[in-house]
C-alpha cells in the first residue's frame, strides 16, 4: 500500500516537473522574443 502510494507521487512529481519545464521553457523563449524586439527598437533609435 504504501510503495504504490510513493509510486503515485513520483508520477505526479514527474508530470508537475515536465509542467514546470515546459513553463520555464515558453517563459525564455518570450523573454528572448522580447530581447530581440528591444534589440531592434535600439537599433532604430540609434539610426536616429
Do not use: P
Not at 19 to 47: C, D, E, H, P, V
Amino acid at each position: 500500500m504504501l510503495s504504490k502510494h510513493m509510486m503515485v507521487k513520483t508520477d505526479q512529481l514527474k508530470l508537475t516537473a515536465m509542467a514546470i519545464y515546459k513553463l520555464i521553457g515558453y517563459i525564455l523563449i518570450g523573454i528572448m522574443n522580447q530581447f530581440k524586439s528591444i534589440r531592434t527598437y535600439k537599433g532604430y533609435i540609434n539610426l536616429d
